[in-house]
């Protein structure tokens, strides 16, 4: 591979929302990872932002109204409402709690990390739906504390 393909390879990762690329040829292997997208206009990584905090801001304010216990993943990876694909969430919306309780399953890198309960209570909203990504600090639920 030729310093001139990879110069284009990461003028066309510039174009677009890719922040990982991995290639291996004739025994050459290349990764290319972005830490933070940025668009060449700024706009569309403007529209993400604003949208994204849309969605957040009222998920926020309706947990402060209330005094609800956030729960957020303290991992990056895939959330999994149940033990495997078959077996029942191992919690719904309006299910009593207890702290320890196993609420979900964060998988990265094929490893199934158990998300405990940090208190004790009533599940509000559960704020991620199966089989999405979450990132390190995302809110998962949101739950009541118990009185």
Not at 32 to 46: D, H, N, Q, V
Request: charged share 30%; proline share 6%; aromatic share 4%.
């Amino acid at each position: 591979m030729e310093f001139d393909e990879i110069r284009e390879i990461v003028e066309l990762l510039k174009e677009t929302d890719i922040s990982e690329f991995h290639v291996e040829k004739e025994g050459m292997k290349l990764k290319i990872k972005r830490e933070k997208f940025s668009s060449p206009s700024g706009t569309a990584a403007t529209a993400a932002t604003s949208a994204a905090d849309e969605v957040k801001k009222p998920t926020e304010e309706a947990a402060e109204e209330k005094k609800l216990a956030t729960i957020t993943s303290p991992i990056v990876g895939i959330f999994h409402r149940a033990p495997s694909p078959e077996a029942a969430p191992f919690i719904e919306v309006g299910g009593s709690i207890k702290k320890g309780q196993v609420l979900c399953i964060v998988e990265a890198m094929k490893l199934m990390n158990e998300i405990e309960s940090d208190t004790a209570g009533i599940v509000s909203s559960i704020l991620i739906e199966n089989g999405q990504p979450v990132e390190y600090g995302e809110p998962l639920f949101l739950i009541e504390p118990a009185t």
